[in-house]
């Protein structure tokens, strides 16, 4: 059983983010819906349309993913999901989303679990220099290094 996927972000980065993931896994597009939310929009507006998305996926189990924590698209989908069919993540980015829509058959917990790692996961300083040099360049600058392999 497939969970549903509905981004409610500012406009226009719901739509962007499910045309970014729709061109790796054109297969989810009826299972991933965006619902951009634009500044004048008022919030009950917002609200009615992000209840009519959760019903267009017509899932037993949706994944909520925003942009902003304490922002209208998250004060919004706060209202709409239950936390027991539904489930919200702020904070959403690519990966985050590439990684729910790959895992989508699984568990709705289980799947927030996985948008959490890989959103997080994904997030990472890049050096500009040669790979085989990042760890010694870092080693020779950080007292308190660790490494943590993913």
Do not use: W
């Not at 993931?21 to 991933?32: F, Q, T």
């Not at 017509?58 to 999901?81: E, I, R």
């Not at 050096?127 to 993913?150: C, G």
Request: hydrophobic share 45%.
């Amino acid at each position: 059983m497939n969970t549903g996927i509905l981004i409610i972000a500012h406009a226009p980065l719901a739509s962007a983010l499910r045309d970014c993931v729709l061109h790796v896994y054109p297969e989810a597009a009826s299972g991933v819906l965006a619902l951009d939310v634009l500044a004048d929009d008022p919030t009950d507006t917002t609200q009615q349309a992000a209840i009519a998305l959760l019903a267009q996926l017509g899932l037993s189990n949706t994944l909520v993913l925003t942009d902003v924590f304490g922002a209208t698209p998250c004060n919004v989908a706060q209202k709409v999901v239950d936390g027991v069919h539904s489930k919200l993540v702020a904070g959403v980015n690519l990966p985050m989303l590439l990684r729910t829509v790959n895992y989508r058959q699984e568990p709705l917990d289980v799947l927030v679990a996985r948008a959490l790692s890989g959103g997080a996961q994904c997030i990472m300083q890049v050096a500009v220099t040669a790979p085989q040099n990042q760890n010694q360049s870092r080693k020779s600058h950080d007292q308190n290094h660790h490494d943590h392999h993913q």
